[in-house]
């Protein structure tokens, strides 16, 4: 079987240690099959964060690397036809809803929870706006208040069932519904959210194998929910380990003294980076 993997960094700073570690398992796993493909994917679309430098110093770094990718980076800021069709299909499976919650408002609603489970992004939304009524709802959209629309996902899970998803690290996992809450999909500020539009250009892309760090292992869970509803074939897994700092930190791209770009011009070779991330 052929592999298809991609390496998907968001343009808003320069690629660090981490970065480096995520392209060249992805690299390293397609070529571990005759024919296979390293894609780039450019997750741009949160413009107020992305600078057009950014594009071309992560492709810099790449060739620095000695890395090279199958065809033009996919731009998600050139995806959002794509992105509002399964949008629009989660709204005719009747799995999303309005919710109409400020961060502030949503804070202080966790906090009255103090025995709420936490997920992989903090306490799951509390469901407010999911209980409201379809007239509220529909007064509220009509009157123009801004609104984002949420996964319900125990209406998600009734429709797809019992799930599993497999990774080559950790073996095949059970879906758990739950885990994330009720996550965004959509809002004002950047269109689709992160977990809708992955799934939506993974499929696109024909990606077989996600590769990603293994901090994402939780969001998983929500993408193979996300994949069965639209119809998805769902790729396998490796959720490799992080690079972290120093401190046992994971690094962020605020270590700029680890970019790729500090240390080439530090008179690191592409072989001293590579040693250190293996």
Not at 28 to 52: M, N, Q, T, W, Y
Not at 216 to 237: D, F, K, M, N, S
Not at 249 to 274: F, I, M
Request: charged letters at 25%; aromatic letters at 6%.
């Amino acid at each position: 079987m052929s592999i298809r993997t991609r390496f998907a960094p968001s343009p808003t700073g320069r690629l660090h240690l981490g970065h480096a570690l995520a392209a060249v398992v992805a690299r390293d796993l397609a070529a571990s099959v005759p024919g296979g493909a390293f894609l780039l994917r450019f997750e741009d679309i949160d413009a107020s964060r992305v600078r057009p430098e950014w594009f071309i110093g992560i492709e810099e770094d790449l060739r620095w690397l000695g890395l090279q990718w199958h065809g033009e980076p996919l731009r998600q800021s050139m995806r959002g036809a794509a992105y509002q069709a399964a949008l629009d299909a989660l709204h005719t499976l009747g799995v999303l809803y309005p919710c109409f919650c400020t961060r502030g408002e949503i804070r202080r609603e966790t906090e009255r929870m103090p025995a709420a489970p936490h997920g992989d992004e903090g306490p799951p939304y509390p469901g407010t706006c999911r209980r409201l009524p379809t007239a509220e709802r529909a007064d509220k959209i009509a009157s123009g208040v801004a609104h984002a629309w949420r996964l319900d996902v125990r209406a998600a899970a009734a429709i797809t069932g019992p799930l599993q998803f497999t990774d080559l690290r950790f073996g095949t996992i059970e879906v758990d519904p739950l885990r994330s809450g009720d996550v965004v999909l959509a809002r004002k500020d950047v269109g689709v959210a992160y977990h809708l539009a992955v799934v939506v250009d993974d499929a696109f892309q024909s990606i077989t194998h996600v590769t990603r760090g293994e901090d994402l292992l939780g969001a998983t869970h929500i993408h193979r929910l996300l994949q069965a509803l639209l119809g998805c074939e769902p790729p396998v897994w490796l959720h490799h380990r992080l690079v972290c700092d120093d401190h046992g930190n994971r690094l962020a791209k605020r270590h700029d003294a680890l970019s790729l770009r500090a240390l080439r011009e530090s008179g690191a070779t592409p072989e001293d980076v590579l040693r250190r991330i293996r």
